[in-house]
């Protein structure tokens, strides 16, 4: 992007996500003309529990507090054989989506945006300097055309504003989980994660809402793997669910252009739009709020957006690269994975934190150089 926007531009916005949400707090209070369009009746969303690091604090600049339910101080990692417990320096907050999207509005629409619901999106053209944004008013099934400066797609995995500037998508996996009782067994200051490669290659997890209830889920290829996964488990575990949560999640792809979505360079995507997931944990939340960080850079400052997202593009690369290894790990690997956190390597995952990878990788390899060993390993038997 060149220096050619000004504050006295206008910026529309196509999703009331997380992201987009973001982007328009930010770009609103700066006095530029913000303007949000979502096909649903609120800014709500689908209602899904959520755990992130503490590092929202440092991307958002302050507490969400209303829409923290939780925080946790343990975790706890589970193979076939082997069971570690790590003690969190910064805890780890468990967030209600819902909630934290109607803060994000209230803030939006406080600095100045402007958020019309029942508005969907069908395509946009553009006109030199501007671009022409075709949209449907859902309450009244008329259509409205929009001019604005700047056009982004904060839309979600299914990017709209994407299939239409011809992006060819991003890889997607199933996200389900179940709210349940939390067991009298179990801490509601614990987060428990279990590794079961031969039912996914991700993991289980269970993520205290509070002392009474529980979300317990996995990431699977697709609905009905998910959905067969998770009942045995639920069963196994003696776990009797009350509501169910899906969605779907954009996996982040090496040298990945997509940020762009014209050859003008004044449309843009972020969020899960943009797959700005890291995929270890397949956790977008902190990464996508960095994203609109970085596009509010770009827009008013006439950064290049791509160059702008660097630092974040590494992250990312190498939660990918780490989870193409992951994915490899037998239940044996787990095992011996596992059974070598213990001193120095233990202390610095209590200390590490997942959204700031780079900073903590080679630590982590300097400290257990077998970790190399094993990933290598994993890796070979892959090709064998």
Request: charged share 25%; glycine share 8%; aromatic share 8%.
């Amino acid at each position: 992007m060149g220096g050619g926007f000004s504050r006295n531009m206008k910026v529309t916005i196509i999703g009331a996500s997380v992201s987009g949400l973001f982007l328009a707090y930010l770009l609103a209070k700066e006095g530029v003309e913000v303007e949000i369009f979502e096909k649903e009746e609120n800014a709500h969303g689908s209602l899904r529990t959520l755990i992130v690091t503490s590092k929202i604090y440092e991307a958002m600049e302050f507490i969400p507090e209303e829409s923290i339910l939780n925080k946790i101080k343990h975790l706890e990692l589970s193979s076939r054989s082997q069971t570690l417990r790590l003690e969190l320096k910064d805890p780890d907050l468990v967030i209600e989506r819902g909630r934290l999207l109607s803060l994000l509005a209230h803030l939006a629409e406080e600095a100045g945006a402007k958020i019309l619901f029942r508005h969907r999106f069908e395509g946009f053209a553009q006109f030199g300097k501007k671009t022409l944004v075709s949209l449907r008013n859902l309450k009244i099934n008329e259509p409205i055309k929009v001019s604005t400066d700047v056009l982004v797609g904060a839309d979600g995995a299914l990017s709209t504003v994407g299939r239409f500037a011809s992006l060819d998508g991003h890889p997607l996996v199933t996200l389900l989980q179940a709210r349940v009782t939390l067991p009298q067994s179990m801490s509601a200051d614990t987060t428990q994660i279990w590794f079961r490669p031969d039912q996914t290659k991700y993991f289980y997890w269970l993520i205290p809402e509070s002392d009474r209830t529980a979300a317990v889920g996995l990431i699977a290829n697709d609905s009905r793997q998910a959905e067969a996964c998770l009942t045995e488990f639920l069963q196994s575990k003696d776990l009797e669910p009350f509501e169910f949560q899906s969605a779907l999640v954009p996996m982040h792809r090496f040298r990945y252009g997509g940020d762009v979505l014209s050859e003008e360079r004044n449309v843009f995507a972020v969020g899960d739009a943009a797959a700005q997931v890291k995929v270890t944990t397949v956790g977008g939340v902190v990464t996508g709020l960095h994203g609109a960080r970085a596009l509010t850079d770009a827009i008013l400052n006439g950064r290049n957006y791509p160059k702008a997202l660097r630092k974040l593009k590494i992250e990312l690369n190498l939660h990918l690269l780490i989870r193409q290894i992951l994915n490899r790990f037998s239940g044996e690997d787990y095992d011996q994975l596992i059974g070598m956190i213990h001193g120095r390597l233990k202390e610095t995952l209590e200390e590490w934190n997942r959204d700031e990878l780079t900073q903590s990788f080679l630590r982590l390899i300097w400290t257990e150089p077998r970790l190399i060993k094993l990933g290598a390993k994993a890796l070979l038997k892959s090709f064998l």
